[in-house]
């Protein structure tokens, strides 16, 4: 099993895909848009890897760090998820912002990922809230509940942006604890591309 990847970026797609060359052997990598937009074309990468084996294919997916390659592992252990729900899942939400929505059972930024509706939200909910845990994250980070995702997402519902800006602008922040910070960066992102 291949579990992570150091080598040269040799070119990424559209469709979040970098093909990574190590040893004179190019892998094909699944990653998230966050990530894909971190890994420049001749430039030296590292990722983690996990390697899913089915009858039918092998899937390399990638990540920055261990917590989203768990957080990625927790979530297709978890009935109805497969690695393209995982992978929108944490395209939308950081594994920080996601132990955030499920301790504060945030149903509305769940369905902010594509393909997720109020139902598949709540089970999703239900059964996360079992697996995910603050001790997924390394260091002392602390978790702050309502999310702050969602206090964003409220925020820029209440000035009229739309669910697609929204869910758009979303996937591009930076995560942290402080709304204020999220919200003007959110804002500032809007603004240029509304401008």
Do not use: W
């Amino acid at each position: 099993m291949i579990g992570s990847l150091r080598g040269t970026v040799l070119e990424r797609t559209s469709d979040s895909t970098v093909l990574i060359e190590t040893n004179g052997i190019g892998y094909f990598v699944h990653v998230t848009p966050r990530t894909l937009g971190e890994l420049e074309p001749t430039t030296t990468a590292f990722v983690y890897i996990h390697h899913h084996v089915r009858e039918d294919a092998q899937t390399l997916y990638g990540f920055l760090d261990r917590d989203e390659r768990r957080c990625f592992e927790i979530l297709i252990a978890t009935h109805g998820v497969g690695p393209t729900m995982a992978m929108m899942i944490l395209a939308t939400h950081s594994p920080r912002a996601l132990v955030d929505i499920v301790a504060g059972s945030d149903i509305a930024a769940l369905t902010l990922v594509s393909g997720v509706g109020k139902k598949t939200a709540e089970r999703l909910l239900i059964e996360l809230k079992n697996r995910l845990h603050l001790n997924i994250l390394d260091g002392n980070n602390t978790i702050n509940s309502p999310s702050s995702v969602g206090d964003v997402r409220d925020a820029l519902s209440g000035l009229g942006y739309s669910t697609e800006e929204i869910r758009d602008v979303l996937r591009e922040i930076s995560v942290s604890n402080d709304s204020e910070s999220m919200l003007r960066e959110a804002l500032n992102m809007l603004g240029a591309r509304r401008a």
